[in-house]
């Protein structure tokens, strides 16, 4: 039993049906299509794996999981492009961060990485500016609602169901088995793997987990350039990043379908599945005040916190941020396009989480923490927990079938 059909839950349920045909295997969803959350609403990325830090599962997951996403995307017909990134300083105080990130990413094994100089990034892209950057060819693009789709495919070809409409209500203990209620009834299997998003922690607390770390959902806001000022983009352009936040700032990127997204901003939403600012459900307030963690949390970053009101709240400020880089770029060139929530681990301490987190409770295993470089990953965290299921329940043990 998968619960979770966003792209990690898909990418685990064919792992194990590729592994153990024949086998009976469920995806419980909650919605009524595959890949509804954060994996329909991105920015479409295909991360190469220099942000993290080395040794790291994001690090070593990304580089593996990207190569794979592209054989992938390639097997099967999907749109993938191979476009490239440029990371670039825009001053010399960035200097420093930007070395931090090239040995980072040597370090990691990313293919094909450059140091650029200025007249070498204008080469690249003709409309940034700055005075160095990183250039990663190996950086691409990818329409991941439409690889879970593929993937979802893949499980029920193979024999196994994925089931819509599904979101649990309850987790007990019956008969040796899991209960898990659900909207349709409910399944006791053998076991369960939880790739919920935004739901992890809630699903993991109430099959026995401990309650830290907590998912803090981040809503991102898109906007999107008007098509006659595509060609200021060729390929991804991204800032330094804070190396104290696990996000990459405001940042430009083509899209398969052409589009060229700016964005996202990073606010604290007001539940895990709150696309539009103004939605905010007070039990979900409640939650996040309740938790240590988030004032912890506040008080660390409350002026990154204020800038990122100011982005979201003046398409000026939001179209400032880019305009570091790509000095042509004017506020009337930015229009609005969606907004995706994250789903970001957040410690009792006020730490973010920055890296994938995974645990067990007796019969269950939990992914309690898959943000960006998540959907890029997939394909290896597939792997990697299909490893750790055969481990925790023995491959003799899964159940022939899982509702029986």
Not at 36 to 47: D, I, M, P
Not at 228 to 235: D, G, I, W
Not at 308 to 315: C, D, G, L
């Amino acid at each position: 039993m998968v619960v979770g059909a966003g792209i990690l839950g898909l990418a685990v349920a064919r792992e194990l049906t590729l592994r153990h045909p024949g086998r009976s295997l469920t995806v419980l969803e909650r919605e009524t299509e595959v890949g509804t959350h954060q994996t329909g609403h991105n920015s479409g990325v295909v991360h190469a794996g220099i942000y993290y830090e080395p040794g790291s599962l994001k690090a070593q997951l990304c580089v593996e999981g990207a190569r794979r996403l592209y054989d992938y995307c390639d097997e099967r017909g999907l749109a993938a492009e191979r476009c490239g990134k440029v990371i670039v300083a825009t001053h010399p105080g960035e200097l420093a961060r930007l070395d931090d990130l090239e040995r980072r990413g040597r370090a990691n094994g990313v293919p094909g990485l450059v140091r650029l100089g200025t007249d070498e990034l204008a080469g690249i892209e003709p409309h940034v500016r700055g005075v160095a950057a990183l250039h990663s060819p190996a950086t691409g693009i990818v329409d991941y609602a439409a690889v879970a789709r593929s993937l979802a495919a893949d499980v029920e070809a193979s024999g196994g169901e994925v089931a819509t409409g599904c979101g649990i209500t309850g987790i007990a203990r019956a008969g040796g088995r899991m209960a898990l209620r659900h909207a349709r009834g409910e399944i006791r299997p053998r076991h369960a793997i939880f790739c919920a998003g935004a739901w992890a922690d809630r699903l993991a607390v109430a099959a026995g987990a401990p309650a830290d770390p907590r998912i803090v959902p981040f809503r991102g806001a898109y906007g999107r350039l008007r098509p006659e000022r595509r060609h200021l983009v060729r390929s991804l352009v991204y800032p330094v990043p804070d190396p104290g936040l696990p996000f990459l700032g405001v940042h430009l990127t083509r899209h398969v379908d052409g589009e060229v997204l700016v964005g996202p901003t990073a606010l604290i939403a007001g539940g895990p599945d709150a696309y539009v600012l103004r939605r905010v459900s007070r039990p979900e307030l409640r939650r996040l005040i309740e938790w240590p963690g988030t004032w912890r949390m506040a008080r660390r970053f409350w002026r990154t916190g204020v800038t990122e009101v100011h982005h979201a709240v003046s398409r000026r400020a939001f179209a400032a941020a880019a305009r570091r880089f790509v000095p042509e770029l004017e506020s009337g060139d930015v229009l609005a396009a969606f907004a995706g929530v994250r789903a970001q681990a957040l410690g009792r301490d006020g730490a973010l989480v920055d890296d994938f987190v995974f645990s067990e409770t007796g019969p269950a295993l939990h992914v309690r923490n898959a943000p960006s470089p998540g959907a890029t990953s997939s394909l290896a965290i597939a792997r990697l927990v299909a490893d750790r299921a055969e481990r925790a329940f023995g491959l003799g043990r899964f159940a022939r079938r899982e509702n029986g």
